[in-house]
């Protein structure tokens, strides 16, 4: 009952201010009009109505509740290609057989090897640091957690280009004009 007593007052605050902003305008379109400029145009507002009802509220939270309550392995199962993902998804696992199902192609070799080395209060350490501290871990870079091995990525060898002999005079000429 008091609910509707407050509203009621709301309501009745809200109509008297939309046609005090009505009179208002009309005085002034009055005024307009005798030094011969062109009126205002009537604004036409309504109390506003309600367009979401509080039983659609509750319903998203409610959706957004039961996401939140996924089990770890359920979290676990999101895809991603990000090594630091991947290091993230592998030192959340609670178990070996756990992280034995998680992929890690998305890691070199040389970071797998790394990763296996990694004890068991290591990975939960990184599971506390959360993804950015894997993916900086995974760059060689420091992650804020102590005690961790250090990434080390190696550098290799250049390739030789495979390049037929007229390339390679085309690449000369362009580097030593023979007009310059």
């Known amino acids: 009952?008091?609910?509707?007593?407050?509203?009621?007052?709301?309501?009745?605050?809200?109509?008297?201010?939309?046609?005090?902003?009505?009179?208002?305008?009309?005085?002034?379109?009055s005024i307009l009009k005798i030094f011969g400029l062109k009126p205002m145009p009537m604004p036409s507002r309504e109390i506003p109505q309600l367009s979401i009802r509080p039983s659609d509220i509750l319903s998203e939270v409610r959706k957004d509740d039961a996401d939140i309550g996924l089990p770890t392995s359920d979290k676990l199962l999101k895809p991603t290609t990000d090594a630091g993902h991947t290091l993230y998804r592998y030192a959340c696992a609670q178990s070996p057989s756990e992280r034995s199902t998680i992929d890690l192609s998305a890691l070199s070799d040389d970071q797998q090897y790394w990763l296996y080395q990694l004890s068991d209060a290591d990975l939960a350490r990184l599971s506390k640091a959360g993804i950015d501290a894997c993916t900086r871990a995974m760059d060689g870079k420091k992650c804020g957690v102590g005690g961790l091995p250090k990434f080390e990525i190696k550098e290799h060898a250049e390739e030789p280009k495979m390049a037929s002999p007229l390339a390679e005079r085309i690449l000369a000429y362009r580097l030593n004009p023979a007009f310059a």
């Not at 407050?6 to 305008?25: D, V």
């Open 1 to 29: 009952m008091l609910k509707r007593h407050i509203a009621a007052q709301f309501q009745m605050t809200a109509k008297a201010l939309i046609r005090l902003e009505k009179m208002i305008i009309a005085v002034l379109n």
